[in-house]
């Protein structure tokens, strides 16, 4: 069993002079565990011995400025610059004086608490009992101190290494050369322990304590404190010291270190038999013996207060305080189930429980400021539906975990992030910060946050600039640098950096104002709806509102009748209708949410997601603890692309309704839009559990179970949901596309799905088939539609665009119908070459085939096939005389309504026409055009040279990696014993499906230090680093093979069904290299080793191959025009000579 808390008892650990475990609010909590009452922190007095430049005291003088702190040292330099720096920063209230503390007497009064850090085990034996002594005087009737010191049995090994170091030193004549002689020893305990050595972890840590302190003393200079000079002692002996000064032991300032139960059964039954009756010194000692303990961080008070301590931590008392935790969520690795978090100290925490990630997540909410006990409780049983015994066990449970791993800062008051006058204060970065550079460049202020954690943050202009504005009570987006505004993107990077660090003080009250002045003012650009998620969270909690709707059954009399129409518009799906309706609604009942939800959806459902922020955040405003609002947002975001806020709302809205179907399955929505498949899957099942029956969340189950290649999970889901919603197109969509990809169906059986398909969502509309007018002159002008979602950035445009811009538009007229929700560059690019662009996303199928019925178009051609957002419903219906479905999707459609589908000879050979229902038209040469990426560069060297190893490589999607396809390169890797294989994409951005594809690898014997698994984009270095290409089957590559061969590498293919498995054969075709198309699989593992087994003919061909491309038909841009035009025109002109 792994006790995580405590595995830094194994090691030398001081915390140093800035540290969160001997700070005054963490004290005073710990005290209350042990039962021993302390001064409140607002008026306390507070002592630092050895204090340095007083960076352990700035902290608390900031947070609490009508405390008082004083610090001494006996170094004059650091004094003078922790006095200067708490000047510059305002810190009227610390005082810090050259000396020692034995020195002070009783002249500046007595101390609530006093903090020895790094100081006691350094003094001789009589220093170290005057300092003692002086403490114990010094303390007031409810003071306490804090004393830390390594401590034996598991500082014997700091004995052993300083052995070593002064044995290795014994002739040094100088200090210089002693720290010289100390390094060259301490390589010993790094690299020249034996493997076998008993203590040698042990000895390894101590060294480590050495080499810190030694890397941390300037050449020639004494370290201060001399790590020489360390004299630890037993427990035991310190305890008896501390009585002869007059003080009582209270406990660990890590009050779990103090339970023998938490190092585990055995030692708790053995401790407790061998300290039965023993004073709590003496039991503490047994503890560590039986732990091997190196370090104590101990709390003391006046003998006469001995009375008040408990024999051990009261866990119960837990209960009375109040908690902060500064951690951030990541995105799943892989090689980790469960949650993770890291705070900006780098400290992780990877956990399976829902209640310890329920704590997490709501203490992320506060942070930087705490939570009492009574709120992350109520929080519990929202969430689990649980009693508040129930709900108690489960929260004791999590907090312990994160006490163990040293995850939350403990108050007992209120934090220091919460003070009173906060409430109508606007937000303000802490002075540590230094906007203005007060601070000389030989001696920066220290940075840290008021937890008393370092902060080790270097900021670049525009992170310096954005915090001035909100310093100087501007907005953040005003910031600017040299007249130049600062970047939305940078600003809101910065915003969250002073939040995660707890750089600005301010209630979250002051964040939610700030943060939506922010959103307002940039008119919802400002990538900050995580954070004022967040804000809006802790307002809600510090309210203890844990869910709450918006809905107004009861409006006013004066709206009834318009709200009632309001609400049968979007019964009904009439959101054009219901817009303007909301609109007005809106303006005459600003209060009303429920028009502003009903703005909110329609402006999303038809296609205006822009206009669609600012009345999404009006819903918050004014129903901040209802799940719709965040449901809607989180709608809107994934919409946008504006995938982490998705994810931050979708979360928020789980966490206001866990039992929701439709909080879950937003949720999914924007994990999957993040490529975070696995995480997305999850929470589909989630909302499946929840409502069998939710349409959404099936349908994206499978679409996401596709997207990480689980393909016949995919297929099953799939098929559950046709079952469940059989006149749905989206479920049959998704079985469709999955069916394509299987390795386990027959191209017989995938074809019969499609038939399916239009048998059971497509014939009846034949009834609705209208004559066509359309003159019959076959050389006329034709006029020419277009339908597809993707005339956006997308990958298929280094297809099509080269034919839109050499199409003959003096003999076609071009329509494009587009669907699409948020146009971008390329849609503008792409929208010149049409004589007519009609946004479609706001039309249904039947207005759609209304639209392209009245333009009178000739030829209507599919671009999309089953994709996303496929506009099939419309062809279904015949607006059109002459239809044809090409490139998208590179197979049937299955509709007997599409006329043709252009492909080639290579992609269908003649004999398999019976697997389509549209009428095979094929082009010569190959069914492709491409047009490289401007961004691409030179190829390089072949790769091989240079490693002395051949690279394999795809840049494939996960769904096409399916058994047989990872068995035949398996089988190749094991031929090139040497071989390495890349497959990069942006599927394997997620990290579960990274190791899912190297599990299925290492299952055929391939080690994982072979497989180069991963995402770059875009992938030109991945490409100049590949060898040799290995095409996917049965259902091939498609962009990214052209891009392979234009960047010098070959691939091989295998010829498997049509069409979607001779992708790869019709661009060889083109190219001119058949050579590289296989019939079976040993075939084609064949080629791939001979291209692999001659490197200079490898080598030849990536020198000629881009050069053979702009020769081949595969990148004759104009000669593939003709030749489309040529089959489009043989379509019209087979159509007019049909019978009307």
Same mark, same amino acid.
């Given at each position: 069993m792994s006790y995580p808390a405590f595995s830094h008892r194994q090691a030398v650990a001081e915390p140093g002079r800035l540290a969160p475990s001997h700070s005054p609010a963490q004290l005073r909590a710990t005290a209350h565990?042990?039962?021993?009452?302390?001064?409140?922190?607002?008026?306390?007095?507070?002592?630092?011995?050895?204090?340095?430049?007083? +960076?352990?005291?700035?902290?608390?003088a900031l947070a609490y400025p009508d405390a008082q702190a004083v610090g001494v040292d006996g170094n004059e330099v650091l004094i003078a610059r922790g006095s200067a720096a708490a000047q510059g920063m305002g810190a009227t209230n610390v005082a810090l004086y050259v000396g020692q503390a034995t020195d002070l007497g009783t002249q500046l009064g007595v101390f609530d608490y006093i903090i020895v850090t790094g100081l006691y085990s350094y003094l001789p034996a009589d220093a170290s009992q005057a300092l003692l002594q002086a403490c114990s005087q010094l303390l007031s009737p409810q003071g306490i101190l804090y004393l830390d010191s390594p401590v034996y049995p598991g500082a014997k090994a700091l004995d052993v290494v300083r052995d070593a170091i002064m044995l290795h030193g014994h002739? &040094?004549?100088?200090?210089?050369?002693?720290?010289? *002689?100390?390094?060259?020893?301490?390589?010993?305990?790094?690299?020249?322990?034996?493997?076998?050595?008993?203590?040698?972890?042990? #000895?390894?840590?101590?060294?480590?304590?050495?080499?810190?302190?030694?890397?941390?003393?300037?050449?020639?200079? *004494?370290?201060?404190?001399?790590?020489?000079?360390?004299?630890?002692?037993?427990?035991?002996?310190?305890?008896?010291? &501390?009585?002869?000064?007059?003080?009582?032991?209270?406990?660990?300032a890590?009050?779990?270190?103090?339970?023998?139960?938490?190092?585990?059964?055995?030692?708790?039954?053995?401790?407790?038999?061998?300290?039965?009756?023993?004073?709590?010194?003496?039991?503490?000692?047994?503890?560590?013996?039986?732990?091997?303990?190196?370090?104590?961080?101990?709390?003391?008070?006046?003998?006469?207060?001995?009375?008040?301590? #408990?024999?051990?931590?009261?866990l119960e008392r837990l209960r009375d305080l109040r908690f902060a935790s500064g951690l951030t969520r990541l995105a799943a690795n892989g090689q980790q189930n469960g949650a993770t978090y890291i705070n900006h100290l780098g400290r992780a925490l990877v956990t399976h429980d829902a209640d310890v990630v329920t704590v997490v997540d709501t203490l992320a909410h506060a942070w930087p400021a705490s939570l009492p006990y009574?709120?992350?409780?109520?929080?519990?049983?929202?969430?689990?539906?649980?009693?508040?015994?129930? &709900?108690?066990?489960?929260?004791?449970?999590?907090?312990?975990?994160?006490?163990?791993?040293?995850?939350?800062?403990?108050?007992?008051?209120?934090?220091?992030? +919460?003070?009173?006058?906060?409430?109508e204060a606007a937000l303000r970065p802490l002075p540590c910060l230094d906007l203005g550079s007060q601070a000389p460049a030989d001696a920066p202020w220290p940075q840290f946050n008021l937890w008393h954690e370092p902060v080790l943050l270097t900021r670049s202009n525009a992170q310096t600039a954005t915090l001035r504005a909100i310093a100087e009570g501007r907005r953040p987006d005003e910031a600017s640098i040299d007249g130049q505004a600062v970047d939305l993107g940078e600003m809101a990077e910065t915003l969250s950096l002073a939040k995660r660090y707890g750089l600005v003080q301010g209630s979250p009250r002051a964040w939610c104002r700030m943060l939506h002045a922010t959103l307002v003012g940039t008119h919802g650009t400002a990538p900050l709806f995580g954070m004022y998620v967040g804000a809006q969270a802790c307002l809600s909690l510090y309210a203890r509102v844990l869910t709450q709707s918006g809905h107004q059954p009861n409006p006013g009399a004066t709206i009834v009748p318009q709200a009632k129409q309001l609400h049968e518009l979007m019964t009904r799906h009439a959101y054009l209708d219901a817009e303007p309706v909301a609109r007005r609604l809106t303006k005459t009942a600003p209060k009303f949410w429920d028009a502003w939800e009903?703005?909110?959806? *329609?402006?999303? *459902?038809?296609?205006?997601?822009?206009?669609?922020?600012?009345?999404?955040?009006?819903?918050?405003?004014?129903?901040?603890?209802?799940?719709?609002?965040?449901?809607?947002?989180?709608?809107?975001?994934?919409?946008?692309?504006?995938?982490?806020?998705?994810i931050g709302a979708g979360r928020r809205a789980v966490e206001l309704a866990p039992g929701s179907a439709e909080t879950h399955s937003a949720l999914a929505d924007g994990l999957a839009t993040e490529r975070r498949y696995k995480e997305a899957e999850e929470s589909n099942r989630r909302a499946i559990a929840l409502d069998p029956m939710h349409r959404k969340a099936r349908v994206n189950l499978s679409k996401t179970l596709i997207d990480a290649g689980e393909v016949a999970a995919a297929i099953d889901a799939a098929r559950d949901t046709v079952a469940a919603f059989p006149t749905e197109k989206m479920p049959r969509n998704n079985l469709l596309f999955a069916l394509n990809y299987s390795d386990g169906h027959t191209a017989e059986q995938v074809y019969e799905a499609y038939r399916d398909y239009d048998r059971d969502l497509c014939q009846a509309l034949r009834s609705n088939w209208k004559p066509h007018k359309n003159s019959r002159q076959p050389q006329r002008k034709l006029k020419v539609g277009y339908v597809s979602p993707d005339f956006r950035q997308h990958s298929g445009n280094y297809f099509i665009e080269p034919l839109f811009a050499h199409h003959d538009r003096g003999n076609f007229e071009l329509t494009a119908y587009a669907e699409l929700v948020t146009p971008d560059a390329t849609s503008a690019r792409l929208r010149t070459y049409f004589d007519h662009w009609v946004p479609t996303a706001t039309l249904t199928d039947a207005q759609l085939a209304e639209r392209i019925r009245a333009d009178g178009i000739d030829i209507l051609i599919d671009v999309a096939g089953h994709t996303a957002d496929n506009r099939l419903g419309t062809f279904a219906r015949k607006p059109a005389p002459v239809s044809l479905t090409w490139l998208g999707f590179g197979y049937t459609t299955g509709l007997s309504a599409i006329d043709y589908i252009m492909t080639d000879a290579a992609m269908v050979p003649e004999g398999s026409e019976h697997l389509f229902s549209e009428k095979p038209w094929r082009l010569?040469?190959?069914?492709?055009?491409?047009?490289?990426?401007?961004?691409?560069?030179?190829?390089?060297?072949?790769?091989?040279?240079?490693?002395?190893?051949?690279?394999l490589g795809t840049l494939t999607r996960a769904i096409r990696m399916n058994d047989r396809t990872v068995r035949v390169w398996a089988e190749i890797l094991r031929r090139l014993p040497q071989g390495r294989l890349v497959v990069d994409s942006n599927s394997y951005r997620d990290g579960p499906t990274q190791e899912r594809l190297i599990a299925r690898f290492e299952a055929q014997g391939i080690d994982?230090?072979?497989?180069?698994?991963g995402c770059h984009s875009p992938a030109w270095d991945v490409l100049r680093n590949m060898d040799i290409g290995l095409d996917c089957f049965p259902h091939n590559s498609g962009v990214t093979l052209v891009e392979t061969l234009y960047m010098g590498v070959p691939y091989v293919t295998l010829a498997d069904r049509p069409s979607v498995g001779r992708i790869g054969s019709s661009v060889l075709h083109g190219l001119g290299h058949p050579e590289w198309i296989a019939q079976s699989e040993e075939e084609y593992i064949q080629k791939v080793v001979a291209l692999a087994s001659d490197l200079p003919a490898l080598a030849d061909i990536r020198a000629n191959l881009r050069a053979e491309m702009h020769a081949s038909p595969l990148m004759d841009e104009p000669a593939f025009a003709r030749k489309f035009e040529a089959a489009l025109r043989g379509m019209f002109q087979t159509w007019c000579e049909s019978q009307a």
């Open positions: 565990l042990y039962g021993v009452e302390t001064v409140p922190l607002a008026r306390a007095r507070v002592l630092a011995v050895g204090c340095g430049a007083g +960076e352990g005291l700035l902290p608390f002739a &040094a004549q100088t200090q210089d050369e002693l720290q010289q *002689s100390a390094r060259a020893a301490l390589a010993l305990f790094k690299d020249g322990m034996a493997p076998a050595h008993p203590q040698g972890a042990t #000895l390894n840590a101590a060294a480590g304590w050495f080499d810190r302190a030694f890397a941390d003393t300037p050449a020639g200079a *004494s370290p201060a404190p001399d790590p020489l000079t360390s004299n630890p002692s037993y427990f035991v002996e310190l305890a008896g010291r &501390a009585a002869e000064a007059g003080l009582a032991y209270v406990g660990d890590q009050p779990l270190s103090e339970i023998a139960l938490n190092f585990g059964q055995g030692v708790s039954l053995n401790h407790s038999l061998l300290a039965m009756g023993q004073p709590a010194t003496v039991r503490q000692q047994y503890l560590d013996f039986a732990t091997g303990r190196t370090f104590r961080q101990c709390l003391w008070i006046s003998q006469q207060r001995a009375a008040e301590v #408990l024999g051990k931590p009261d009574s709120t992350l409780l109520a929080v519990l049983m929202h969430r689990n539906q649980q009693s508040d015994a129930a &709900a108690a066990k489960v929260l004791d449970q999590a907090i312990r975990a994160l006490m163990e791993n040293d995850l939350t800062h403990l108050c007992l008051d209120a934090g220091p992030y +919460e003070r009173e006058e906060d409430g009903a703005l909110a959806i *329609s402006l999303f *459902s038809t296609a205006r997601l822009n206009e669609a922020i600012l009345p999404s955040l009006t819903m918050i405003e004014l129903a901040p603890a209802d799940p719709q609002s965040y449901v809607v947002l989180s709608a809107l975001m994934t919409g946008l692309g504006r995938t982490s806020e998705a010569p040469q190959s069914n492709f055009i491409y047009r490289p990426a401007v961004t691409m560069g030179d190829f390089g060297p072949l790769p091989a040279l240079r490693n002395g190893y051949v690279t994982r230090s072979r497989l180069m698994i």
